[in-house]
């Protein structure tokens, strides 16, 4: 079935100006809790994008839906201009830390070689190129020193910068990252910053949930506040503007951006 | 060195084929923290059984049947991990409570079923309450050996989706956002675990066959770090306790063959929790007094 859904992958041409990611009435619910309503949402095609909003604004759900991680009671999502399902090779993820067990016998290679699981196909083993790509993926984010560790005798900034170059190795198009830059250590702040301008370089979309206001400029070129539903979005001069905040994390919004 | 006879023999060499498929399917069992959903379908073969046995009478079939009885197991485990899954996917219940009841419900529906069946004046019924403790003494060289080749299949099968069973036992979201059917991967691995359980029933019984299943897998992560080698040491670990456990058995007529091999199995735990290089006691014990060796009087001038 992976075959059958490789060959499918399309991705359009740049100049044809498709957006990586769109997503339509997007309406999703935790049994009775509503999370999202009705999300409209166009991603641009170039530029690093950050989601923000407050706690249990709907940040990390937007992205497991986009992800088919979690079932919308409506809506739909378009990758470069077909069903997600049909475009599951060109989308990248990288979860937050606390979503595996660390204690698992892997070490950091095998992990990031999991990045080209996709590509090797069922009851292949992983070849020589593979773990050679898997490799040059851990020397991108600065572990390659540490590839045989056992995952969980990294410290927490290497294990984020673990699970981003397992999504390298995957050589997506799309990347979702559900905070990459959360309690990490400088090193790890570098190492993923340089990665994300990288992939931002070559044309790849990235979309990260994001917490801190006051960074979101420094490091994004679009922001979307998100409170339950799209409050504003643009580029963080023209988005970050005292009203949005307010109508995004209510009246301490403001003192957000200190 | 007693005379062993050619049908002990078999046993022997079955049960030991038992046990390395136990340990191999084990090990993805353990990490992907399946081990009780696992003892809830070991249970629910019981009423599978009896209505195995009642279908073989229905069918004119003299005596017990093995492939009969076993089919039923099959069904009635199948059931109740099925029924598992559909309480923990639409009810808001924890699964830990969804599998006591569900052991329960079936475990006693088979206990039931069982007495009735041993009520009815047909050759055979008797033999029925082997299967919850196991006894190798029943089993003919032909089982013993059918038993075995299916236990190699299920090892093997274990070697051909390795790589995906690692992914959805590591990280199941990620698997699924790369397309990976994961729900299918589990529900393969769930069949593994059914068919050792099902060809485990003569051997070590349906109460204990648990034991066998998780035992070595938890032993074998004493010893290594690596995914692969805690699966080859689990194998190993399942194949000498099952056996060394058939051979005592056979030695001591009057015991039944499951609870023999599982002490044995139990042993290799004992041992590994102590003597394991990677994360036993002992080695836990070493590496720290090097650590404060080191860090703290290694400070020299």
């Known amino acids: 079935m992976l075959q059958r859904l490789r060959d499918l992958d399309f991705m359009p041409p740049r100049e044809a100006g498709v957006s990586p990611l769109v997503v339509r009435d997007l309406t999703v619910a935790y049994h009775r809790t509503p999370v999202l309503r009705r999300v409209n949402w166009t991603a641009p095609s170039s530029g690093l994008i950050a989601v923000c909003g407050p706690n249990g604004a709907g940040k990390s759900t937007l992205i497991k839906a986009c992800l088919g991680l979690v079932r919308p009671l409506a809506g739909t999502v378009e990758v470069f201009g077909r069903p997600l399902a049909r475009q599951r090779r060109l989308v990248g993820y990288v979860p937050q830390r606390e979503s595996v067990d660390w204690e698992f016998p892997v070490s950091a290679l095998d992990v990031v070689a999991m990045g080209r699981y996709g590509l090797i196909g069922w009851g292949r083993r992983v070849s020589k190129a593979h773990r050679q790509a898997a490799m040059d993926a851990l020397d991108r984010v600065g572990l390659a020193d540490l590839a045989d560790r056992q995952i969980g005798q990294l410290s927490g900034g290497q294990q984020q910068r673990v699970f981003l170059a397992r999504a390298l190795a995957q050589e997506a198009q799309l990347y979702f990252m559900d905070e990459p830059l959360a309690g990490v250590d400088a090193a790890t702040e570098q190492a993923v910053l340089d990665v994300l301008r990288e992939l931002d370089a070559q044309g790849r979309t990235v979309i990260c949930v994001h917490h801190d206001l006051q960074t979101v400029a420094d490091t994004f070129d679009h922001v979307l506040l998100l409170n339950g539903g799209v409050v504003a979005e643009g580029s963080p001069a023209t988005t970050l503007t005292p009203d949005n905040l307010r109508a995004t994390y209510g009246a301490r919004g403001q003192g957000l951006m200190g | ?301």
């Open chain 2, 1 to 301: 060195m007693p005379d062993i006879g050619f049908n002990t023999l078999v046993v022997l060499l079955g049960a030991t084929a038992l046990g390395i498929a136990a340990g191999t399917v084990g090990t993805f069992m353990v990490l992907r923290r399946r081990a009780l959903v696992s003892d809830a379908l070991s249970h629910a073969t019981l009423p599978g059984l009896a209505l195995g046995f009642l279908a073989g009478v229905a069918l004119g079939i003299e005596g017990r049947s093995l492939p009969m009885l076993l089919l039923g197991a099959a069904v009635t485990g199948v059931l109740a991990v099925l029924a598992i899954q559909a309480i923990a996917r639409w009810t808001r219940l924890p699964e830990d409570a969804a599998i006591g009841a569900v052991l329960s419900v079936f475990f006693g529906v088979g206990v039931v079923l069982l007495s009735v069946v041993q009520g009815l004046p047909t050759a055979g019924a008797a033999g029925l309450k082997t299967f919850l403790f196991g006894q190798t003494a029943a089993m003919s060289a032909a089982e013993a050996t059918a038993l075995a080749a299916l236990a190699v299949v299920a090892a093997a099968a274990v070697g051909v989706l390795f790589k995906e069973l690692r992914l959805v036992a590591f990280d199941e979201g990620f698997a699924r956002v790369q397309g990976w059917p994961a729900g299918r991967i589990d529900l393969m691995l769930m069949g593994l675990v059914t068919l050792v359980t099902v060809i485990g029933l003569q051997t070590v019984g349906l109460v204990l066959i648990i034991a066998l299943l998780i035992t070595p897998a938890a032993a074998a992560r004493f010893w290594t770090e690596r995914l692969e080698r805690m699966t080859g040491i689990a194998a190993g670990i399942g194949g000498l306790s099952g056996g060394i456990g058939a051979a005592l058995s056979a030695a001591l007529p009057d015991m039944p063959a499951g609870a023999v091999i599982v002490l044995v199995a139990t042993t290799f735990f004992l041992a590994s929790l102590l003597f394991g290089t990677a994360r036993g006691l002992i080695a836990l014990r070493i590496r720290r007094g090097r650590m404060r060796h080191t860090l703290l009087d290694g400070v020299g001038p």
